[in-house]
Antibody, heavy 122, light 107 residues
Framework: EVQLVESGGVLVQPGGSLRVSCAAS????????MNWVRQAPGKGLEWVAN????????NYVDSVKGRFAISRDNAKNSLYLEMNSLRVEDTAVYFC???????????????WGQGTLVTVSS | AIQMTQSPSSLSASVGDRVTITCRAS??????LGWYQQEPGKAPKLLIY???NLQSGVPSRFSGSGSGTDFTLTISSLQPEDFATYYC?????????FGQGTKVEIK
């Protein structure tokens, strides 16, 4: 059974830093692209970043470029999101998402974790 | 960046109704679009990928169509468990982008 379990969400002050993690199991983690998607309280979904199977390619939404860094440790079946210079508007539930990449082209977000809440507030 | 515009933002419908949700991209995205369902307090669930491919295990009353800039999610006969918020997602180019969501409520 595929499982994605996020952790690390806490209350942090504006300008602070935080790393959230995702522990993956039930599939060959090193063979899948992975994503972070966030959802601010009462708002819609926002794609944040993704990373290729071997970590050689990473992509970000403009609002987090230069502040957030996605990484993975395939030996530990883990995905990470390092967040720096946090802003109030980064407050959200952060979901870890597997991307099946159908036909080598289409992104298929087929498994989602339950999310971890990051609150940025003074 | 590609912008995704969903309509309507919300709708009220009855069990058994046919429901259509549309998503428009600000530029041609071929068929690189997925549809996701989110119930309150839960993680989203994949319904449709590549514009018209039904994800395994998803009921056949859900269908997707479209290509280029205009896409549609159709629920042929609304069931009680379908009351939720629906999002489209373009995966044609970075940054990927979701539509703002369509909340389907009980009439």
């Amino acid at each position: 059974e595929v499982q994605l379990v996020e952790s690390g969400g806490v209350l942090v002050q504006p300008g602070g830093s935080l790393r959230v993690s995702c522990a993956a199991s039930g599939f060959t983690f090193s063979s899948q692209w992975m994503n972070w998607v966030r959802q601010a309280p009462g708002k819609g979904l926002e794609w944040v970043a993704n990373i290729k199977e071997d970590g050689s390619e990473k992509n970000y939404v403009d609002s987090v470029k230069g502040r957030f860094a996605i990484s993975r440790d395939n030996a530990k079946n883990s995905l990470y999101l390092e967040m720096n210079s946090l802003r109030v508007e980064d407050t959200a539930v952060y979901f870890c998402v597997r991307d099946l990449v159908f036909g080598g082209r289409y992104s298929v977000f087929d498994y989602w974790g339950q999310g971890t809440l990051v609150t940025v507030s003074s | 960046a590609i912008q995704m515009t969903q309509s309507p933002s919300s709708l009220s419908a009855s069990v058994g109704d046919r429901v259509t949700i549309t998503c428009r991209a600000s530029q041609d995205i071929r068929s690189d679009l997925g549809w996701y369902q989110q119930e309150p307090g839960k993680a989203p669930k994949l319904l449709i990928y590549a514009a018209s491919n039904l994800q395994s295990g998803v009921p056949s009353r859900f269908s997707g169509s479209g290509s280029g800039t205009d896409f549609t999610l159709t629920i042929s006969s609304l069931q009680p468990e379908d009351f939720a918020t629906y999002y489209c997602l373009q995966d044609y180019s970075y940054p990927f982008a979701f539509g703002q969501g369509t909340k389907v409520e009980i009439k």
